[in-house]
């Protein structure tokens, strides 16, 4: 069991950044990748980014791409989800993932939200214009 805490949500303006937290306990050994997606209301929950749990490699949404960075902390099993440059558009409650590894399937999708073995409870963010 891993477990997913999800931390750094809130109200802010359009321009503004945010940075938001997920903190990862339990078998922390056996995690291939963390991802980030968001759910607006009415819409369905979204990929945004993810990072590969022993590696720096990254994946992100083209929605995102050059306002969001991801990140991970090895010595606190956290990941970061860097958000500059929000538009009113990225409001919804983001949600943390972890996907674990699978034995015998080399380069895991990254992207896939049915991939994702655990998630966090999710943290709101809000952008006003």
């Known amino acids: 069991q891993v477990q997913l805490v999800e931390s750094g949500g809130g109200l802010v303006q359009a321009e503004d950044s945010l940075r938001l937290s997920c903190a990862a306990s339990?078998?922390?050994?056996?995690?291939?990748?963390m991802g980030w997606f968001r759910q607006a209301p009415g819409k369905e929950r979204e990929f945004v980014a993810a990072v590969k749990w022993s590696g720096v490699i990254t994946s992100f949404a083209d929605s995102v791409k050059g306002r969001f960075t991801i990140s991970r902390d090895n010595a606190k099993n956290t990941v970061y989800l860097q958000m500059n440059s929000l538009k009113p558009e990225d409001t919804a409650v983001y949600y943390c993932?972890?996907?674990?590894?699978?034995?015998?399937?080399?380069?895991?999708?990254?992207?896939?939200?049915?991939?994702?073995?655990?998630w966090g409870q999710g943290t709101q963010v809000t952008v006003s214009s």
């Open positions: 339990g078998r922390t050994y056996n995690i291939y990748a």
């Open positions: 993932a972890a996907q674990v590894v699978r034995p015998g399937i080399i380069g895991q999708n990254m992207g896939l939200r049915n991939l994702y073995d655990y």
